[in-house]
């Protein structure tokens, strides 16, 4: 009898450290025209990578920084 073993790979725990537009904006409810509006005014920071523009978790934490001040 043969038996069927599989080997496992374990994922590594992992957290997000940048988020691409599309994924930054779902998760504020944000539109695309206005994400692009903050970029430009620097009040979101993101990065470049190739093609490719991501919000890094540093500009996320700076963005919702900023919304904490401005409600307050």
Known sequence: MTTNTRSTKQVPDVTRRAWSIDEW?????L??????????????????IGRRRLVTEEGDELFRKT????SA
Do not use: F, P, Q
Request: without cysteine; glycine residues 12%.
């Open 25 to 29: 904006r779902a998760m504020y409810g």
């Open 31 to 48: 539109g695309r025209n206005s994400v692009y509006n903050l970029i430009a005014s620097g009040d979101l920071l993101t990065v470049k």
């Open 67 to 70: 919304l904490h001040e401005a």
